[in-house]
């Protein structure tokens, strides 16, 4: 058994506290990719998303994917839909707008 009383030496607490804020801010440097993609996609799920983006197959991911944003969720599709999502957005922005105008 182990003797938990034991008080440690100043130095190795800072040095503890140090390796760990160094584990926990190191986590958030781990990136999340894609690892498959598909083409099917609702145009009601493409009208809900916030935002996209590429996703580069050139960086520490193995594949290009389009990373749609929708709510809490990230959807990994084909990049060649790039232009299908950016059209479909653009047509729901310009309807909120006219909506606002109204």
């Not at 804020?21 to 781990?30: D, K, P, Q, S, V």
């Not at 060649?80 to 606002?100: F, G, H, Y």
């Amino acid at each position: 058994m182990f003797n938990l009383s034991v008080i440690m030496e100043p130095r190795t607490a800072v040095m503890l506290l140090l390796l760990c804020a160094t584990i926990l801010t190191t986590e958030g440097l781990i990136p999340k990719c894609c690892l498959k993609t598909t083409n099917m996609i609702k145009q009601k799920t493409i009208l809900k998303a916030q935002r996209y983006y590429i996703q580069s197959d050139a960086g520490l991911c193995e594949i290009k994917a389009l990373v749609l944003h929708v709510g809490r969720k990230n959807m990994c599709l084909d990049p060649k839909l790039e232009i299908k999502v950016k059209q479909w957005m653009t047509k729901r922005d310009m309807r909120a707008l006219n909506r606002k105008k109204q």
